[in-house]
């Protein structure tokens, strides 16, 4: 079975940074895809980043800002959040399913942790 926990969030103000971590525990790296989405209050899940064996995809929104790391050697996955802007408010939640696509629908989600960026 799958855990996801995230940790890491916070208060930070506009272009700062946080990095969010996310401990996955019954989890196999090769086999599956695991992301950061985030979620505010009356809005749609939006996938902001995914990695898997084959790589690494960005939304549009954090292209350049945001980079998603894996420890395999920890079962580990980071996501590094430089020059945050209030828009990047938002709960964030660790994902894994078998592929990116998924990962709203089908993935296996943790309880989130909040990043609220002052203007």
């Known amino acids: 079975e799958v855990q996801l926990v995230e940790s890491g969030g916070g208060l930070v103000q506009a272009g700062g940074s946080l990095t969010l971590s996310c401990a996955a525990a019954g989890f196999t790296f090769d086999e599956h895809a695991i992301g950061w989405l985030r979620q505010v209050p009356g809005k749609k899940r939006e996938i902001v980043s995914c990695?898997?064996?084959?790589?690494?995809t960005y939304a549009d929104s954090v292209e350049g800002r945001f980079t998603i790391s894996y420890d395999n050697t920890k079962n580990m996955v980071y996501l590094q959040m430089n020059n945050l802007k209030p828009e990047d408010t938002a709960t964030y939640y660790c994902a894994a399913d078998l592929n990116c696509g998924g990962l709203i629908a089908y993935g296996v989600w943790g309880k989130g942790t909040l990043v609220t960026v002052s203007s």
């Open positions: 990695i898997t064996n084959g790589g690494r």
